[in-house]
């Protein structure tokens, strides 16, 4: 079955630290994996994707994440957070038994604190 | 919130009563979704479409209806048959094509409020 797996409900960090988000994935055929961010009451913003090459990708905002065939992982990291980061964290994967369209499978969600 | 809107931002309804809520987008995008949102449960698929005059049912569909008569909108009912109708409900859209891997666009949602 293919899904998408944020094992934390709540993340809290302190302002400047590096912060770490959490996702695994189980999919059928090659992973395309999708990083997004929420803000309260308002649409999903695509922060980044990985597709293939590089195991690191670089995003919007200072975000990267890092893809890890072995471990079925695509982490959501920053080097040092930032008040304005709290938000509401969604890792998603692409549904690759539906063709044409772009389905994704989304994870419950990872609410991000940053702490003054 | 790119260039998808949806009106209107708060919608309030009578428990029986149908409830449209609409989708527009200017992107140019062929493929069109909407999820439900409920807290602690992520995102979940109601309907998609890979193109104009065809859509097809997602995960959670039953209670839902939709239309897609032309590319850029692609309104969603609710219907009086939805059990659960109170969510909060995004509409979003992506290039299409198979084995593409693009990301999808998010509308700013519709909160609907049934009594």
């Known amino acids: 079955a293919q899904s998408v797996a944020q094992p934390e409900d709540q993340v809290n960090v302190a302002e400047g630290n590096p912060l770490t988000v959490k996702c695994t994935y189980s999919?059928?055929?090659?992973?395309?994996l999708f990083w997004y961010v929420q803000y309260p009451n308002r649409g999903l913003q695509f922060l980044l994707k990985y597709i293939t090459g590089d195991n690191l990708v670089k995003g919007s905002y200072g975000f990267e994440a890092e893809f890890n065939k072995s471990q079925t992982s695509f982490h959501l990291k920053k080097p040092s957070a930032l008040v304005s980061d709290s938000a509401l964290y969604f890792c998603a994967v692409r549904d690759n038994l539906v063709t044409g369209a772009n389905n994704l499978f989304f994870g419950t969600g990872t609410r991000l604190t940053v702490i003054p | 919130d790119g260039g998808i809107t949806q009106s209107p931002k708060y919608l309030f309804r009578k428990e029986g009563q149908n409830v449209t809520l609409s989708c527009e987008q200017n992107?140019?995008?062929?493929?069109m979704y909407w999820y439900r949102q409920d807290p602690g449960q992520g995102l979940r698929l109601i309907y998609y479409s890979q193109i104009v005059n065809d859509f097809q049912k997602g995960d959670i569909a039953e209670g839902y209806s939709v239309s897609r008569e032309k590319k850029e909108s692609f309104p969603l009912t609710v219907t009086s048959a939805q059990k659960n109708p109170t969510a909060f409900y995004l509409c979003?859209?992506?290039?299409?094509?198979?084995?593409?891997?693009?990301?999808?666009?998010f509308g700013p949602g519709t909160r609907l409020t049934v009594t």
């Open positions: 979003a859209s992506s290039v299409a094509g198979t084995y593409s891997s693009y990301e999808q666009y």
């Open positions: 992107l140019n995008h062929d493929a």
């Open positions: 999919v059928s055929g090659n992973p395309y």
